[in-house]
């Protein structure tokens, strides 16, 4: 076979090539034409979210149902001051003595060499504060003395108090340390804050042992809904 016949061979070999192909390519395109266009089917699977892990479907529970719980009652206990506010005034047989009837005649001393006549039922157990003058005014026994010889009204006995015990004090002030009768919400009712003196005998301030209170009476808890009731497992 010569060269020119090989080469004419070899051109007819190549276009039946690209005929066959273009009949392959346009079935292919009729059959994918004829098919209806597929939707992307949702996954199963839950999708990762951006940092990787997969994203959890959210679960929606309604809440479990709750009997209603009262409010404890403190009708029983007592909420009388553990002590009575006592003034200054000396009160003896249906008498009130105003504290200068008595001590203006009498001169301030820190030592007293014999009994008192009067105040017999006083005990003085209050640390180092031996004498009377340690909290009352040498020269006006209405009122107490503060470290610089000035008056405390006798309505201010609480910063009496405060010249030595600072840190209680500020306790007091903050609702810490001592005692509060009514309501803590003031929108309620009244709230009253007791003083020093009200629960400690300025003489002998620390307490004698006490009995405990009883504990508060809570209401008995309602029933819960049942499940029949439509109310849930309430678990």
């Known amino acids: 076979m010569t060269r020119q016949r090989r080469w004419c061979l070899a051109w007819v070999c190549g276009l039946m090539l690209l005929v066959c192909r273009g009949d392959n390519t346009g079935s292919a395109g009729a059959v994918r034409a004829a098919e209806p266009a597929r939707q992307p089917e949702a996954s199963t699977a839950s999708s990762p979210a951006p940092g ?3 994203k959890l479907p959210a679960v929606s529970r309604p809440l479990a149902s709750q009997p209603p719980v009262g409010l404890p009652d403190d009708a029983h206990l007592d909420k009388t001051p553990p002590r009575a506010t006592k003034g200054l005034d000396l009160v003896k047989l249906g008498w009130t003595y105003n504290c200068m009837e008595c001590h203006k005649l009498l001169p301030a001393r820190w030592h007293y060499d014999r009994p008192m006549v009067e105040h017999q039922d006083i005990r003085l157990e209050h640390g180092n504060n031996r004498f009377c003058l340690n909290c009352h005014h040498p020269t006006n026994r209405n009122a107490f003395v503060d470290y610089d010889g000035s008056e405390i009204a006798e309505s201010d006995v609480v910063l009496l108090c405060a010249k030595c015990h600072g840190t209680i004090y500020r306790d007091w002030q903050a609702g ?4 509060h009768n009514g309501y803590w919400d003031t929108r309620r009712g009244p709230r009253t804050k007791l003083r020093c003196i009200q629960c400690h005998d300025p003489h002998r301030p620390a307490f004698p042992s006490m009995r405990p209170l009883p504990p508060l009476r ?11 009731a439509g109310g849930g497992s309430g678990h």
């Open 52 to 54: 990787g892990l997969p």
């Open 218 to 228: 809570y209401p008995p808890r309602a029933a819960r809904p049942s499940a029949s």
């Open 176 to 179: 810490v340390h001592g005692r």
